[in-house]
């Protein structure tokens, strides 16, 4: 179990002249084997959180904890084994070109494993028929293929996990279906989860701690 920790976190970026903070100073903890909700308004700076925990930028000033140690200083493919994230954007986030078998082969290969018995169970969990696997995604719904991005990231089995926005584009059945599976899901593994949305009811429902961006400060809410 794994806790994350944000430190006098500061980020901003530049747009022609003019400076933009988008995190001042900002400080959370993302609690080992819980879920931590991250609200805020399109823009307040939520995937740029998400951003600097995936180590895909840095941030300007402070620092990010993993278990007490910074994040710059562990090895870089250890990291990303124990964080992973599923993105915003669904479908962004599959190469066209691949099948769905490829996607998730993919993954497999990086942990030396087969696909066997126990993906084709957790596929069958999240409602996905064993066919998606020969299509390619533009022939696959939002939904599907944000339940493809999430699967991908619970194959990897990882200690902490970033879902950023990703019902967002979904419609309330489909909400409440893929919601209804992480909840499951972090029950039976413990995982460490940091749940970002702008809907306040989603997160007050899933999450035992939450915190909003606004303005650049990071607030804890509950
Ligand atoms: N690479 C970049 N260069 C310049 N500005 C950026 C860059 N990335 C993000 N921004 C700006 O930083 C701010 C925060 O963006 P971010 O994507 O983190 O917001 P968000 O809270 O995730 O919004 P949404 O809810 O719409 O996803 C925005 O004003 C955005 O325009
Ligand atoms: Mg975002």
Known sequence: MTSIEICNVTKSYTAGKIEKIVLDNCNMVIQSGEI???IGRSGSGKSTLSRLLMRLEKPASGMIKFDQTPISQLDKKQYYNEIHIVF???TASLNPSWTIRKVFEEVLIMKKEKWGS???AMLKKMNLSSNILDVYPS???GGEKQRINL???LFMNPSVLICDEIVSNLDRINQKE????LLEIQKNTKMTILFIS???DIVKAICSSIFELDEGKLKRLI
């Open 36 to 38: 931590t909700g991250l």
């Open 88 to 90: 915003q954007n669904a």
């Open 118 to 120: 126990h993906h084709l």
């Open 139 to 141: 022939q696959l719904s």
């Open 151 to 153: 699967l991908r990231a």
């Open 178 to 181: 893929l919601i209804s599976l």
């Open 198 to 200: 702008h809907d306040i």
